[in-house]
């Protein structure tokens, strides 16, 4: 065993390099039960497919479409900041504060970003330990901060007329015969966003273990994720899709409008549009801000007024705080590892009591797959209109 700072490493390989992969791979955890929403929640709150049924569907098509790309790993590993100057300890501290904000906006039940906590931390760490000029602004402009302006407007947009001419075409047909055939498009809807969402967000954690891989020299400037990297990327989101982010659910299939079937199917399916495109240009974008999108603009088209614009406001000041938030706990674990050993273990066992902390709290009023299409009873009372959720 040799020790060198922070480095230690024990038959060659740094330990300090284990514990970045095993956080990333936590981190994308959370970004599976955190983003699960994304996929499901209009399918579950429409009665289209079972919940446990969705996140298993989605876990199985997370997994899947890991493997389809490996673009938009490219973008983070050496595109938002220089990887000639990030070391692990910077990566480190930045996982750390993208997992806080992950759980805490999950404890919240708010969509945030998974993408801009994970990009802010890493903003946040690199900036405090290697100074401004390590972190490329205009990447960041151009990769994450228009894509996250333009990406919700356009799904928004889309969904609105997609729903409108669903409505038009369908205005005259039985009800029911409408609703059991979207239903059934959904299954496909569904999957498809869940497809999407493995391909562009299990590339984030890809880019992220393989920027600490060439950080620690094991691979060299510029270089793709190696097969390993990217199959415990796809199985760590998956798993964790599966586990199913039901408070998250409950917000994006009940709070934000009541979804009908033809709405999910427009929303599901205008939201993997905008995603693909997207990942196959390389733009990390968030599928949380399309997805949400996309959901708004299915309320939107079939009835104007039918949004519950409160719970809107919350989740769009979740989207302004999160790249700024993630990124001072990022800067703040960054500042502590520059302290030494003792520095690094002290932010951990800090995050670690805080994750520990938000889920005893989510304990107390737990959201589960038997109780997620029930709606509070606080927003229960601001409801003017019977449910028809499941006409």
Not at 48 to 59: C, K, N, S, W
């Amino acid at each position: 065993m040799c020790v060198s700072g922070l480095e230690v490493s024990v038959g060659g390989v740094s330990l300090l390099l284990v514990a970045v992969i095993v956080t990333a791979l936590a981190f994308d955890f959370t970004n599976g039960f955190h983003d699960t929403a994304n996929s499901m929640a209009t399918s579950i709150a429409t009665g289209a497919l079972a919940p446990r049924v969705a996140v298993l569907i989605a876990g199985v098509l997370n997994l899947a479409g890991a493997f389809l790309s490996t673009t938009v790993a490219k973008t983070i590993s050496g595109g938002i900041v220089n990887d000639n100057k990030v070391s692990l300890t910077m990566i480190f501290a930045g996982l750390l504060g993208a997992i806080l904000w992950n759980m805490l906006t999950w404890l919240a039940g708010l969509p945030s970003s998974s993408s801009h906590a994970l990009f802010g931390g890493l903003i946040g760490a690199v900036w405090v330990a290697a100074g401004a000029g390590a972190v490329r602004f205009g990447q960041v402009v151009e990769k994450i901060v228009l894509p996250a302006l333009i990406s919700p407007a356009v799904a928004c947009a889309a969904a609105l007329l997609a729903t409108y001419l669903a409505y038009e075409i369908t205005r005259h047909a039985p009800s029911g015969s409408v609703n059991r055939a979207y239903r059934t498009g959904q299954i496909g809807s569904a999957s498809l966003v869940a497809l999407a969402h493995g391909t562009n967000d299990a590339q984030k954690t890809m880019g992220v273990i393989t920027l600490a891989l060439i950080s620690a020299d094991v691979l060299g400037q510029g270089a793709e994720p190696p097969w390993w990297v990217i199959l415990s990327a796809g199985l760590a989101i998956s798993l964790g899709t599966y586990a199913g982010g039901w408070r998250i659910i409950r917000t994006m299939g009940r709070g934000l409008t009541d979804i009908q079937s033809p709405q999910g199917f427009t929303a599901e399916t205008t939201a993997t549009t905008v995603i693909l495109t997207s990942s196959h240009m390389g733009f990390p974008l968030s599928t949380t801000q399309v997805c949400a999108g996309g959901i708004l603009g299915a309320g939107l088209g079939r009835k104007l007024a039918e949004i519950r614009w409160g719970i809107a406001g919350r989740i769009a000041v979740s989207w302004v705080l999160t790249l700024p938030a993630a990124a001072a706990v990022g800067g703040s674990s960054a500042w502590l590892a520059g302290h030494g050993t003792g520095g690094l273990v002290l932010a951990a066992g800090v995050a670690l009591t805080a994750v520990g902390g938000m889920y005893a709290l989510s304990r107390r009023h737990p959201v589960h797959a038997k109780n997620v299409n029930e709606v509070p009873e606080a927003q229960q009372s601001q409801e003017d209109q019977p449910d028809d959720l499941m006409a």
